[in-house]
């Protein structure tokens, strides 16, 4: 890669090169409808998509049944809320949430509640990004039919403790569904952790964009979901549309991919982390956000006293590409909601850039990355003590 060191692994990951040679042949030369069952081409198309489904389910502990193929984890996150609050028979249901989750989450909160289809408790978090699994049973009604907890944040890279918030909807029979679009180095296994359903997306596993998942519990007690799309009842009827088998297949070898080295790359990736976070806080005024362990192997959220983080982002753009924790999203740049949620002032939340690290990244371009950091943090604090008022 050529360019700015990329630290943004967070935003979206390169597409692996095995995973482009996989796709490459299903683009023209391999080009059927998966839904065409006479021929040879569309047999052909249907079994790579199966095998597709099969490598998913494997990465995630799950059956390729309940494999759910959408255009992304937003699609996924849209689909489980909105199909289990019209799937649930009931007048009024009511769905937990949490004040961190992704827009993706809090968005069709909002539009359920706004359209009078359901109730929405979001449930507050501690200063270090984790909810309390006792706050989440005293919120818990008899009208309550979904909870929605992200595996692991998309800013601060916590991680939530879901299998005690799994234990917790078990014993109250209630569906749980997770957002793991940032769960890449973090073992979830649907049947094991007792996950119904799980939304992932592929650009996060080093797969192409415009292609994602939900995982949906099949079983018994049966977990009924109304579809947000009609027309020709593709994906058992949750998800109609014409499969992009180019895109499956991507999917399909970037998630074996993810399943095979998930260890040993979750291991590289925090031992780079602790190394950045080493040589940055010689700089002094450093602070990490979030829980100091749980949280994901190659997520750094930094707060630099005394710096704007806009700044200091416009003044590394040239070295290294990273975000500001201050944006909830690539539309929105209001000051984070995630932030706010821990409870850091305005000053605070505006001091904070996210580092995500990933599968190319190596320790020369982190310690390029960290020499370069420390200099423009100096710089910045320089200039402020300079034009400070008397």
């Not at 059927?32 to 081409?41: E, M, Q």
């Not at 499956?248 to 031992?271: C, K, Y």
Request: aromatic share 4%; proline share 5%.
């Amino acid at each position: 890669m050529t360019g700015p060191i990329y630290l943004d692994h967070h935003a979206t990951t390169p597409c692996d090169p095995a995973v482009v040679a996989a796709m490459a042949p299903w683009w023209s030369e391999h080009f059927g409808n998966a839904a065409s069952r006479s021929h040879g081409a569309g047999l052909r198309a249907r079994r790579a998509t199966e095998e597709a489904r099969r490598q998913v389910a494997g990465w995630l502990g799950a059956s390729p049944k309940e494999v759910v193929f959408t255009s992304g984890a937003t699609e996924a996150n849209n689909l489980a809320l909105f199909g289990v609050v019209r799937g649930s028979g009931k007048a009024c249901p009511h769905i937990v949430t949490v004040e961190t989750e992704h827009a993706a989450i809090l968005d069709p909160c909002e539009a359920l509640e706004r359209r009078g289809e359901a109730t929405v408790t979001r449930l507050p978090v501690d200063e270090q990004g984790l909810v309390d699994p006792a706050a989440l049973r005293a919120a818990l009604t008899a009208d309550t039919v979904l909870v929605s907890v992200m595996a692991v944040n998309n800013e601060i890279g916590v991680h939530q403790p879901l299998p005690a918030i799994a234990a917790l909807c078990r014993e109250a029979g209630v569906v749980l569904h997770t957002d793991a679009a940032q769960s890449a180095y973090l073992r979830l296994h649907r049947r094991e952790q007792g996950l119904d359903l799980i939304s992932v997306s592929a650009h996060k596993i080093y797969g192409p964009k415009g292609v994602g998942a939900l995982i949906v519990r099949r079983g018994r007690p049966k977990l009924v979901l109304e579809p947000l799309l009609y027309g020709g009842g593709h994906e058992r009827g949750l998800r109609s549309g014409t499969l992009p088998v180019p895109l499956l297949v991507g999917f399909g070898a970037a998630a074996e991919l993810a399943a095979t080295h998930r260890d040993a790359e979750a291991s590289r990736l925090r031992a780079l982390s602790h190394r950045l976070l080493e040589q940055v806080r010689a700089v002094g005024g450093v602070a990490l956000v979030g829980h100091p362990t749980e949280r994901a192997p190659h997520n750094l959220s930094l707060r630099f006293d005394g710096v704007e983080a806009e700044a200091l982002l416009l003044g590394l753009r040239d070295t290294v590409s990273v975000s500001t924790g201050s944006a909830c999203s690539s539309a929105d740049l209001q000051p984070s909601h995630v932030l706010a949620a821990l409870g850091l002032s305005r000053r605070g939340r505006a001091a904070i850039l996210r580092f995500g690290l990933g599968r190319t990244t190596t320790e020369a371009e982190v310690d390029t990355a960290a020499a370069a950091i420390v200099a423009k943090v100096k710089d910045l604090r320089a200039m402020a003590r300079l034009y400070e008022p008397d």
